[in-house]
Nanobody, 121 residues
Framework: QGQLVESGGGSVQAGGSLRLVCTGP????????RGWFRQVPGKGREGVAV???????IYSNSVKDRFTVSRDNAKDITYLQMNNVKPEDTDMYYC???????????????WGQGAQVTVSS
């Protein structure tokens, strides 16, 4: 209970597509926002995309128009569809539960274990 589990990571060539999947309860500790974050070497985690329970979304500028976050509340699943991926998208991606429609990791209360995405040129 109250856990997030990612799947769908892997290796893909630049320009290709990949879909990450996160399973977990729609509400964790009262937090209904779901997001995807990635690790910045030497800095911490940065927000990639966040979605509210009703479907409102926010994206980082670096992935806007390439990535799409969505959720199926009936199945407790959150997706990150990654299209036209670039080598700089290579990273560990974490599913997160948070309390705001924000890319700031300070609003996150629960993290998944992470899924590695590797993009080759």
């Amino acid at each position: 209970q109250g856990q997030l589990v990612e799947s769908g990571g892997g290796s893909v060539q630049a320009g290709g597509s990949l879909r990450l999947v996160c399973t977990g309860p729609g509400y964790i500790h009262g937090n209904s926002y779901r997001g995807w974050f990635r690790q910045v070497p030497g800095k911490g985690r940065e927000g990639v995309a966040v979605i509210g329970y009703g479907g409102s979304t926010i994206y980082s500028n670096s992935v806007k128009d390439r990535f799409t976050v969505s959720r199926d509340n009936a199945k407790d699943i959150t997706y990150l569809q990654m299209n036209n991926v670039k080598p700089e998208d290579t990273d560990m991606y974490y599913c997160a539960a948070g309390r705001a429609l924000s890319l700031n990791p300070d609003y996150v209360s629960t993290w998944g274990q992470g899924a590695q995405v590797t993009v080759s040129s």
